[in-house]
């Protein structure tokens, strides 16, 4: 069974520059997930999808970040303009969606972002 | 909001010695308790979960965790360290009100030959 894919594995950009993320969940997974983890830290929720609607994203930065999963597969993170402290690995998981919050979430390689 | 304190953040064991990793939350009960493992360049990877069954929980690579209610702790044991064993763990909660899964900060794990 293929994991979760995540492309591109690694991306430098200038502050106040745009970026945009994709990820591909495991097939037939119907929730979505993308955290943010800061160097040194644990990854953090930015939003989360069932389906194609938004379950939660009331950790998202709205200002500057925004997310789709437009047919409930594949989703997109763009951040625009980025900031230094957007400096972080992306990580995008996915789950089955079965037992409900215990759901086991399986993340993907990830996708380091430097601002520079 | 639900939380967990990983004390230290950094272990170094040498190979075949006892890996303990110490956990521990504030959460209004039942509670949700995750160990992941991430490896260098690699995505986080399920050790094992804990959901109100067996306080006992046994996981993949010979891991396994217990849940002290009276504690409020879950930490991570392995008998013996192997080199494969080096890697970043973290210790995530689920509260019963809050849906999200909200991870520590971690614990690099060394393994000395």
């Known amino acids: 069974e293929a994991g979760v894919a995540q492309s591109p594995r690694y991306k430098i950009i200038e502050k106040r520059q745009s970026v945009a993320f994709w990820c591909n969940p495991i097939s037939g997974h119907a929730t979505l997930y993308w955290y943010q983890q800061i160097l040194g830290q644990g990854p953090k929720l930015l939003i989360q999808?069932?389906?194609?609607?938004?379950?939660?994203d009331s950790q998202l930065p709205k200002d500057r970040f925004s997310a789709e999963r437009l047919k409930g597969v594949d989703s997109t993170l763009k951040i625009q303009p980025a900031k230094l402290e957007d400096s972080a690995v992306y990580l995008c998981?996915?789950?089955?969606?079965?037992?409900?919050?215990?759901?086991?979430?399986?993340f993907g390689p990830g996708t380091r972002l430097t601002v520079l | 909001a639900q939380s967990v304190t990983q004390l230290g953040s950094h272990v170094s064991v040498s190979e075949g010695a006892l890996v303990l990793l110490r956990c521990n939350y504030s959460?209004?009960?039942?509670?949700?308790l995750f160990w992941y493992v991430q490896y260098p360049n690699q995505g986080l990877q399920l050790l094992l979960k804990?959901?109100?069954?067996?306080?006992l929980v046994k996981g993949i690579n010979g891991f396994e965790a217990e849940f002290k209610k009276s504690e409020t702790s879950f930490h991570l044991t392995k008998p013996s360290a192997h080199m494969s064993d080096a890697a970043e763990y973290f210790c995530a909660v689920i509260g019963a009100n809050d849906y999200k899964l909200s991870f520590g900060a971690g614990t690099t794990v060394t393994v000395r030959a």
């Open positions: 999808f069932q389906n194609n609607g938004v379950v939660d």
């Open positions: 959460s209004s009960v039942p509670p949700y």
């Open positions: 804990y959901t109100s069954a067996a306080t």
């Open positions: 998981a996915s789950s089955l969606d079965t037992a409900g919050i215990t759901d086991t979430q399986y």
